[in-house]
């Protein structure tokens, strides 16, 4: 094997291991921060306590996978993380901050003796804020950082799309983890957000023939066009399967409908965007590091990928089953 094709596996293993990652982030935190954007509709503080209790064990740990990414693409891609985080400076920040506003606000409501309100619209808005700052650096990547009110209207779709996606997970996940007023409000936020995941999700596509520097290009494959047609009747199923799940009464079905639906737009995206890191300006191979640090690196995502799917997969087996309100 020559170094050529070295460095091409190489670099390509890890652009399939930054893209498990960030699956994997967008899924298991996506629902909590659905919930907390959910949250912000709730008017009674006893329904607040019991959505964030079912999150309460896991939110925190959901969010080591983008702290892992970050590191990933780091160390795998340093030239398309220099010049992703340059052109998203103020949406990585925001981001940032609200993550801190989710985490201080869990810990200061547990600590309020009165009203808990505040701590929890704050949760509320740090959820929000999250969601529109991933919606925002989605719709940028896509654009290749293209300027113009095109690509502004674009972004926007994005940032939609995201929060009602992540509303959609928690959604699905108060389906599963309450009883009662909060599952039956759930079970409706869902429908409004499956379909408005949809919508968005659709135009998005379109979208990205349009805005995309590469995306026209790449459906007029017609091996790759025969693929995303695949991926798009897989994405009308789960979306039937998760309304019907829903209307009949199902716990962990529209959960696992709503999973399959992000598993499967997130394969189009991937699909109808390889072998670019930065579409329009960086390819895999252009922005891998050399096979020495890849090789080395493998050694340690070794070692780590492993704890971390298995702690997850712990604490979500350790914490199933509904939650119960805790009593004060």
């Not at 992703?84 to 981001?95: A, H, R, T």
């Not at 009203?115 to 808005?125: E, Q, Y």
Request: hydrophobic share 50%; net charge neutral; glycine share 10%.
């Amino acid at each position: 094997m020559t170094p050529t094709s070295t460095q091409d596996l190489l670099s390509h293993a890890w652009f399939g291991l930054i893209g498990l990652m960030l699956l994997l982030y967008v899924v298991t935190d996506g629902f909590d921060l659905g919930v907390g954007i959910l949250s912000l509709f709730r008017s009674r503080e006893e329904d607040r306590d019991l959505m964030i209790q079912s999150i309460g064990h896991v939110w925190d740990a959901n969010e080591t996978w983008l702290v892992a990414l970050g590191g990933a693409l780091f160390g795998a891609f340093p030239a398309a993380y220099a010049m992703i985080l340059s052109d998203l400076y103020v949406p990585v920040m925001v981001l940032i901050a609200s993550f801190i506003m989710r985490g201080a606000s869990i810990e200061f409501r547990h600590a309020a003796h009165t009203s808990k309100t505040f701590w929890d619209r704050i949760f509320g808005l740090g959820s929000l804020l999250a969601a529109i700052s991933q919606g925002i650096v989605l719709g940028k990547v896509i654009t290749g950082f293209i300027p113009g009110a095109d690509s502004l209207g674009f972004i926007a779709v994005t940032a939609i799309g995201v929060v009602s996606g992540y509303s959609l997970l928690g959604a699905t996940w108060l389906v599963k983890k309450t009883t009662g007023r909060i599952e039956s409000t759930a079970r409706r936020d869902a429908i409004v957000s499956v379909c408005t995941t949809v919508l968005a999700a659709i135009v998005v596509s379109l979208g990205t023939l349009h805005f995309s520097p590469i995306g026209l290009s790449q459906w007029q494959d017609s091996g790759i066009f025969h693929v995303l047609i695949a991926l798009g009747v897989l994405a009308a199923l789960a979306f039937a399967y998760i309304l019907y799940s829903i209307l009949m009464r199902g716990e962990h079905g529209p959960f696992i409908g709503s999973t399959i639906l992000f598993i499967v737009s997130f394969a189009g995206l991937v699909i109808s965007l390889y072998p670019w890191i930065v579409p329009g300006k960086l390819t895999v191979a252009e922005a891998a590091s050399d096979s020495a640090t890849l090789t080395f690196m493998l050694f340690g995502i070794g070692t780590v990928l492993p704890i971390m799917l298995g702690y997850n997969l712990y604490q979500y087996h350790l914490f199933r089953g509904k939650v119960v309100p805790v009593k004060h």
